[in-house]
């Protein structure tokens, strides 16, 4: 029962500690379960549709011209702003160019959800 020996759970607990005061903790990628310090590898990251230049621009563009939302046809509110609206979901493949975004509440863009749409012009 001599108390000279570290445990062997105890050290790694303490270097798990140590990792994680510098930021260093691993865990497995999402894309491919190797070992990488967030929560993909550099090879398996994904970029945001939402983070490029390209959205960026395109939602400026569609919120400085379009005043209304294209669900319901109200304009957007300080409780329910208009956002930049993707006619074929991200998920789907819908791309983020002006002429594929249209302003839309917040709220009637989720109520719509991934829903394929025809583009909002059946009004
Ligand atoms: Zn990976
Ligand atoms: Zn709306």
Redesign the pocket.
């Known amino acids: 029962m001599g108390g000279a020996v570290v445990d062997l759970d105890e050290a790694r607990v303490r270097e798990h500690l140590r990792e994680r005061a510098r930021g260093r903790i691993m865990h497995a ?1 999402a ?2 379960g ?1 070992r ?1 310090e967030g929560s ?2 550099p ?2 990251q994904v970029p945001s549709p939402y983070a490029t230049a390209e959205y960026r621009e395109a939602r400026k563009l569609t919120l400085a011209t379009e005043h209304v939302c294209w669900i319901c046809e109200r304009p957007g509110t300080v409780k329910d702003p208009l956002t930049a609206d993707h006619l074929v979901p991200v998920v789907r493949g819908g791309r983020s160019h002006r002429t594929q975004l249209r302003a839309a509440h917040r709220s009637c863009n989720a109520r719509r959800g991934a829903a394929i749409t025809n583009g909002g012009d059946t009004a």
């Open positions: 990628c894309g491919c190797r990488c993909r590898c090879a398996c």
